[in-house]
């Protein structure tokens, strides 16, 4: 299983920004993808996810702010950041779960400052 997140950068408080994931090795639409973060100093945390069948789920944190979208053919899932604020400056990691293992992407830095 091989999962490349990309579309990181500088954003500013206020913008927008989305976040790409491919995954390859695995029966992309039978899976649950998820997205996480690591802020500097801080452990990783969950930031959403989006099951099989799309049911998504989200930190309290970033609710109404960042959507979690999946393209099954593309085998593509998607995180759409609105409204970021200087919190939510970190490192992006995609995430799976495949035969009972956790797979991560290389992650991809986001910055949100003026």
């Known amino acids: 299983v091989q999962l490349q997140a990309s579309g990181g950068g500088l954003v500013q408080p206020g913008g927008s920004l989305r976040l790409s994931c491919s995954a390859a090795?695995?029966?992309?639409?039978?899976?649950?993808m998820g997205w996480y973060r690591q802020a500097p100093g801080k452990q990783r945390e969950f930031v959403a996810n989006i099951t099989s069948d799309r049911s998504t789920n989200y930190a309290d944190s970033v609710k109404g702010r960042f959507t979690i979208s999946r393209d099954n053919v593309k085998r593509m899932v998607y995180l759409q950041i609105n409204s970021p604020n200087p919190e939510d400056t970190a490192v992006y990691y995609c995430k799976t779960i495949y035969k009972s293992r956790d797979f991560w992407g290389q992650g991809t830095l986001v910055t949100v400052s003026s």
């Open positions: 090795g695995l029966n992309f639409r039978l899976h649950t």
